[in-house]
């Protein structure tokens, strides 16, 4: 059992043993890497260091994600940080063989910049890596999820010993305010401020934690990716915050869509009980607190949280009115904290490096009023027409800028950029003109999105927004729990008149209907979901007005996606009468014969694009 | 309890109050202000759902738009029911309905309310033409749900997809047919195409029983709590009141009553998170389980079983043997129910018994070597397995105090006096567990009832001591009249009596006088409606109480014939008038004592106790035998007790069989 007195030389004697190795294999094993195969190249790694007799000198560790899920399978060799990636099966005899035998690096499997042009060998050369700065997830790649030791050789444990043993609960909360530390979920409410108000609110009656583990945003899985990486540093946050509050049951709300992030957090919740860390007298002190998992069953609006507490006391997932707070009457009508994954990852590093530290980095004097600015670094999951797709943390108030161009190494295929949407399916699309922007709560707010829970996506110029602006009203009427009015019907209307414009039957005076619209479900709905699904909408409005216009007045889909506006042609500069297209047309709508150029009759074509896609030589254009 | 009440400005102009934590659609709208809604219903929890109630406030310094029926009232504040952005946002919202639910009736009203005439901006696919079509209020859902406690209807779909329907889409069979959502539903999308046993008048029936439930879905939880604690509630009001039987009724309250009242019940004991009623549908559920109890005694021992219960009755049973421990309350309740034994009759006759133990009039030989002093559970629960195999001193206590108390005369001949004191039984029937000492109509009550001295058919103690609405002599006299015929009726009709006076309507007391109070006349009315909209036949106070008044009277004379029908049978021992011992004097003595001054004008002084308990008993005695000359006489009958011949006329029932029975006793 781990207690005060010996945590520190348990975590050192891990330390010890794990430098003995020459080096260690850090095979990511994030849901990404784990689809193109990381499993297999864990064993792999595995097996050829026993053909090489050289299993007692190197470590195969499977890791949470690396982060660059682009190029995955990746593994890092610590602690030199060379950086392999995209590995297949056949390329691990080589490493094994080549580099870590005989000493030489591997070329052809290192990461080629195409920036560039050159190899970067260390993982530290890539730029990907060095705009970051990483404290939700300081220990991606460098422990194995699914061991308590290699969490404590990184001082795991140390915060929640350090608050027990030095400081009384309100010092703790003192300290999450002045760090100036705001909600990672959506909402950017100081978590400080929060835990302090359900303290008071409960006079030392029944308080409970909660962790929202309810990612759902589409193309966004920071939460997960760090419940998969580092299911300890959740814990220890949660730990750290029943300190503060006086909580003893907390609960983690987790969507079931979460196979592997589910299996790591409950083997980290045994191992940390089975150590002592969680449940009755932990570390062997009076304190005592214990965490449940709670599977969600994948709304969209459980994210919300008084439809999160109705969702987990056994009722469907529907909002209620919060003129009183969750923090007041939360679950069980009793008082609640509730943050999400990125917040409680947040916590260990707050108590173990200081305010200090952690307000130096980010916008604003945050110390007085946490209000005032965005302390800290916030992750992102990049997706979207960009190059790097991935995970990332960069400290707030870094530009747009640097994280696509820099980070995400810029749009792919010779494209060029045309807007970022951020803060999931509710957030705003920002185009060129906001990239110089820095990223903060306030900033995003004020150009029209917001942060929500850190999804970013990157869309190029054939991007269609009016498209993008209905694709995401129609995500949100599925996941709208339907219980309001403005809510319920308000999306369907929107939906109905951007269908109406992406099929060219628009009408002047739907501009203006939009922007009402929307006024009214942005002001009258009952919850956040419906208080901030228009913003893909008017965002889009605000700045690509223009694109509307074109739709309506001119019937005229620039970027190509409407397909009622739009008209496949030949271009008989290019055709070089290969037949591929006629071939490939489902309703036979190509005429042509081989080596002469060929006709779309437009009366027959269906507007598929399989032509489009499969011409080679750039001969089918879009009109 | 009063809650602080709130000063709120309204328009700028008018001031209104609102209590704390109310919301302010309702004063709003009973201050005369348009508040177009289409999800709020007065008696139902509101969920904000329509969105139309939408006013603008401003509280401390912060102005916002809020949902009127769902925003609780905590500051002062100003609001603003009908600025431009409200009314904006309002034709909006008028106008989704409007575009998805065109021919709907409270659609249209509403719409007209909101300025929204335009149908076809909302327009779509989905529009839905049916004038009955449901427009997503979801009354019915929380009806279901807060007044018959229930959840057979539900939403269903998310978003637009949004609909009600009872589990996986089919006729859930637990549904009870109260027809309560079709009754509130307001637009008659809800049909209920069963007959229903064919009443004569549904609607009138449902409007009746609306009320009903929606004082139980809103009052309940501040009058008697009988969905949370069922009856048990009465415990430690009782005992407050100095009326819960302690020790064969010795005593009206104990030190120990807070360690099995409600209070503990509901925290410790009572364990289904959910209503619990003799039928479903109940709006009242008052009946309340006790799960996964594991028993330490009798055949069942060790095994872990579920109790319904303890009632008040169990309870009162319980502290009437000075048991105080819970876990043996819920025992003694699981085995009375299992043996199919009367929890009272049991309760009543140990107590007796444990008082001629502690006297000396029982020994360890006749108990089988129990000690059977108040306050052992242990012996009380042996005595109750005896009982049910037939054995031992549990069968003497089986055959009840009337024949235990006539042996213990024989052989104490000395003490026959006081065994008939403390025996507590009338017609050979033990008490039922409230201290009638202090309350006249209830010595009565009691020992009047056909039955024996059950609390059924004239339970006036809570009215009498603790409401205090009957306080004349006349009163009383007319309350002995009244409620046993009232209370009889129920029996008649197989309805429940405790709908109609463990919930009261909020103004009950400020509408009517006390006696007329006392009657809960607006929900007698809804007995009268109910009988009216099943028969088709009008009922009134005379209609019902003649109806009864047969019945009551031919009850009686059965009675007669049996043996137990006149004065003498109607006379209480002592112990149910007064105290018989001294110690019993001596615990209350100041209040006897001040009642000697008062009532007979002697200084107490001057007395020695014995001659003040005569005093007292003599008194006692001649008022009883007074107020039920005056019961007797307002029923119809003479001073033996017995129904006059001319009342059977009146009542239509002097056929000869019972005219031959009564006639030797009418002069």
Redesign the interface.
């Known amino acids: 059992m781990i207690n005060i007195k010996n945590l520190q030389s348990i975590a050192k004697k891990e330390q010890d043993k794990l430098s003995k190795y020459k080096g260690m294999l850090m095979v990511c094993t994030g849901t990404g890497c784990v689809s193109a195969g990381g499993m297999d190249i864990k064993k792999e790694f595995t097996n050829a260091l026993v053909r090489h007799k050289i299993e007692n000198d190197y470590l195969v560790v499977g890791t949470g994600c690396n982060g660059f899920c682009a190029v995955g399978p990746i593994c890092v060799l610590q602690p030199d940080q060379t950086f392999y990636q995209k590995l297949t099966h056949k390329d691990i005899e080589r490493i094994v063989k080549n580099h870590l035998l005989e000493g030489n690096v591997v070329k052809d499997l290192l990461y080629k910049d195409s920036s560039d042009g050159k190899l970067k060998e260390k993982m530290n050369d890539i730029k990907f890596f060095t705009k970051q700065m990483l404290i939700a997830l300081r220990n991606k790649g460098l422990i194995d999820p699914e061991n308590i030791y290699h969490y404590l050789a990184r001082r795991g444990y140390e915060s929640l010993r350090k608050v027990i043993i030095e400081m009384d609960p309100d010092q703790v909360i003192d300290t999450i305010i002045k760090s100036g530390l705001r909600g990672r979920g959506g909402g950017g409410f100081p978590t400080g401020i929060k835990w302090r108000s359900a303290k008071k609110a409960a006079e030392g009656g029944i308080v409970y934690i909660v962790c929202n583990a309810d990612e759902g945003d589409p193309g966004a899985y920071m939460d997960r990716s760090i419940v998969e990486t580092d299911p300890h540093t959740v814990i220890e946050g949660m730990l750290i915050g029943a300190y503060a509050v006086g909580a003893r049951e907390g609960f983690i709300y987790i969507r079931n869509e979460y196979p592997l992030a589910m299996t790591r957090l409950e083997k980290a919740l045994d191992q940390a009980k089975e150590a002592g860390l969680l449940g009755s007298n932990i570390m062997e002190t009076d304190f005592s607190f214990d965490i449940k998992i709670h599977r969600g069953a994948g ?1 969209f ?1 459980c994210g919300e949280s008084s439809a999160l507490m109705t969702s987990m006391s056994g009722l ?1 997932g529907e909002p ?2 919060k ?2 707070h969750t923090v007041e009457v939360g679950f069980r009508d009793k008082p609640t904290v509730l943050n999400n994954v990125e917040t409680w990852a947040n916590i260990p590093v707050i108590i173990e490096k200081g305010v200090d530290w952690f307000t130096s980095i980010g916008t604003g004097d945050v110390k007085d009023n946490p209000w005032n600015g965005s302390s800290g670094t916030k992750v992102f999951s990049l997706v979207g027409d960009i190059r790097n797709t991935g995970l990332v943390e960069v400290p707030m108030g870094i530009s747009l800028r640097e994280i696509i161009e820099e980070i995400g190494g810029g749009i792919p295929n010779g494209r060029t950029f045309k807007a970022v949407q951020t803060g999931g399916p509710s957030g705003g699309c920002l185009p060129a003109s906001k990239l110089d922007m820095p990223v903060d709560f306030d900033s995003l707010t004020r150009a029209g999105s917001m942060m929500g829970s850190g999804g970013m996506i990157v869309m190029d110029d054939k991007t269609c927004m009016v498209d993008v602006a209905r694709y995401f009203i129609d995500f ?18 929107l939906n ?1 008149i951007l269908t109406r414009i992406c099929h060219g039957e628009g009408k002047e005076k739907d501009l203006e ?1 939009l922007r ?2 929307s006024q ?1 479900i942005t ?4 919850c956040q979901l419906g208080g901030s699904a228009p913003n893909p909408v008017i965002s889009t409005l605000d700045y690509f007005t223009q694109e509307y216009i074109e739709h309506i007045q001119e019937k005229k889909c620039r970027s190509g996606v409407c397909k009622n506006l739009i008209d496949y042609r030949i271009d008989e500069n290019n055709c070089t009468g290969c037949t591929i297209c006629f071939k490939n047309c489902p309703v036979e709508a190509i005429t042509g014969e081989i080596q002469k150029v060929h006709k779309i009759d437009l009366d027959k074509c269906i507007k598929c694009g399989i032509c489009f896609e499969v011409c080679k030589f750039n001969a089918v254009i879009i009109k | 309890m009063s809650k602080r009440m709130i000063d709120v400005l309204v328009n700028d102009k008018k001031k209104i109050q609102v209590a704390e934590g109310s919301s302010l659609i309702k004063p709003l709208l009973e201050a005369g202000i348009v508040i177009p809604t289409l999800c709020y219903h007065k008696d139902l929890t509101s ?6 109630c ?1 006013v603008e406030i401003e509280a401390k310094g912060k102005r916002r ?3 009127s029926c ?3 009232v905590r500051d002062e504040l100003k609001v603003w029911t009908l600025t431009d ?1 409200i009314k ?2 309002r034709k ?2 008028a106008e ?2 409007l ?2 639910f065109p021919n709907v009736k409270v659609v249209q009203d509403v719409a007209k309310q909101c300025g929204a005439s335009d149908k076809t ?2 327009q ?1 696919d ?1 529009t839905d033409y049916n004038e009955k079509a449901c427009i ?1 209020c979801g009354k019915c859902v929380r009806a279901c749900k807060e007044f018959i406690l229930e959840k057979i209807i ?2 269903a ?6 609909h009600i329907t009872m589990p996986f889409g089919e006729v859930d069979p637990h549904c009870v047919g109260c027809t309560y959502c079709s009754y509130i539903c307001p637009t008659g999308s809800i049909e209920v195409i069963d007959d229903l046993n064919n009443p004569f008048d549904p609607k009138l029936i449902r409007d009746h029983g609306m009320k009903v439930n929606a004082e139980m879905a809103t009052l309940d939880s501040g009058q008697c709590c009988m969905r949370e604690v069922g009856t048990a509630n009465i415990v430690e009001v009782m005992d407050r009141y100095d009326l819960l039987p302690v020790h064969n009724f010795k005593f009206g309250s104990h030190p120990d009553t807070p360690k099995m009242d409600s209070m503990v019940l509901r925290q410790k004991y009572f364990s289904q998170e959910q209503a619990d009623a003799c039928w479903k549908g109940c709006s009242m559920a008052c009946a309340k389980a006790v799960d996964g109890f594991k028993l330490k005694t009798g055949p069942y021992k060790g095994q872990k079983v579920v109790v319904d219960g303890p009632e008040y009755e169990t309870s009162a049973g319980c502290s009437n043997m000075g048991c105080f421990d819970p876990d043996f309350v819920v025992e003694f309740n699981f085995y009375c129910d299992t043996y199919g034994i009367d929890t009272i009759s049991m309760a009543t006759g140990t107590a007796f018994a444990m008082e001629c133990f502690e006297a000396g009039l029982l020994t360890l030989e006749d108990t089988g070597g129990k000690e059977l002093k108040f306050g052992s559970g242990d012996a009380v629960l042996e005595c109750l397995h005896e009982m049910s195999r037939g054995e031992g001193f549990g069968l003497k206590i089986g055959q009840g105090i009337r024949v235990l108390k006539n042996e213990l005369k024989k052989k104490f001949p000395e003490k026959a006096q006081w065994l008939e004191d403390i025996g507590m039984e009338v017609k050979g029937l033990e008490y039922s567990e409230y201290v009638s000492k202090e309350s006249l109509a209830q010595q009565a009550g009691y020992s009047l009832a056909v039955k024996g001295p059950q609390h059924d058919e004239a339970w006036l103690i809570f009215m009498d001591m603790v409401n205090n609405q009957i306080p004349t002599f006349e009163d009383k006299a007319e309350a002995l009249y009244y409620f046993p015929l009232f209370r009889t009726w129920f029996g008649l009709m197989g309805l429940c009596k405790i709908v109609w006076n463990d919930v009261v309507p909020a103004d009950n007391a400020k509408k009517h006088p006390p006696q007329v109070a006392a009657k809960i006349p607006e929900h007698v009315e809804n007995y009268w409606k109910f009988f009216e909209g099943m028969t088709g036949k009008p009922l009134d106070e005379q209609g019902m109480l003649n109806q009864s008044a047969r019945v009551h009277n031919l009850q009686r004379i059965i009675c007669l014939m049996m043996g137990y029908g006149q004065r003498e049978d109607d006379m209480p021992p002592y112990r149910a008038v007064g105290p018989v011992t001294e110690e019993e004097y001596l615990s209350r003595e100041d209040r006897y004592d001040k009642q000697l001054q008062d009532n007979l004008n002697v200084d107490p002084t001057k007395l020695d106790l014995q001659q003040k308990m005569e005093l007292t008993r003599e008194f006692r005695y001649e008022q009883y035998n007074k107020v039920i000359d005056a019961a007797y006489k307002r029923r119809g009958w003479n001073e033996k007790g017995i129904p006059t011949i001319e009342r059977l006329k009146e009542l239509g029932i002097a056929l000869p069989e019972l005219v031959g029975i009564i006639e030797k006793y009418q002069n």
Do not use: W
């Not at chain 1, 002001?523 to 009952?526: I, K, V, Y």
């Not at chain 2, 969920?47 to 139309?52: E, F, I, M, T, V």
């Not at chain 2, 779909?157 to 949004?162: D, F, L, T």
């Open positions: 709304a609006v469907a209620k009115a003129y009183i949100l009427i599925d996941e709208s729990c339907g219980k309001c009015t403005p809510c319920r019907e308000g999306l369907f209307a109905q209907d009402e619209i009214t002001d009258a709905s009952l | 969920d904000g759902s329509c969105r139309l939408m738009m809020v949902t769902n925003y609780p952005k904006k946002h909006i919202l989704m309905y575009g998805r901006r909302f779509s989905i997503l539900d939403f779909g998310r978003g637009i997809k949004r």
